[in-house]
């Protein structure tokens, strides 16, 4: 095999990496805009094995949510005091 085909398939490696790289920082800058930390966890209990109840905080608005088995249950927003 000649030079030239060594030379092509350099490049041609090369450029699939720089293309690789490229999306692996696109990807975990998209992620991290996408996941910019507007939950967090306030509090949690345990209501039995299979049952716990969550306090969350989602943009500045208490929730409760509770978690059973296979449920998730949504509830309305806690009101915050002042």
Do not use: C
Not at 18 to 46: E, V
Not at 59 to 77: C, M, T
Request: glycine residues 8%.
């Amino acid at each position: 095999m000649s030079a030239s085909y060594y030379i092509q398939a350099l490049l041609s490696l090369g450029t699939i990496g720089a293309l690789l790289y490229g999306l692996s920082k696109f990807s975990q800058h998209a992620q991290k805009k996408r996941f910019n930390g507007d939950m967090k966890i306030l509090d949690r209990t345990s209501l039995s094995p299979q049952v716990t109840l969550w306090v969350v905080e989602i943009r500045q608005k208490s929730y409760v949510v509770g978690v059973g088995g296979k449920e998730i249950s949504f509830f309305h927003p806690l009101d915050t005091p002042s």
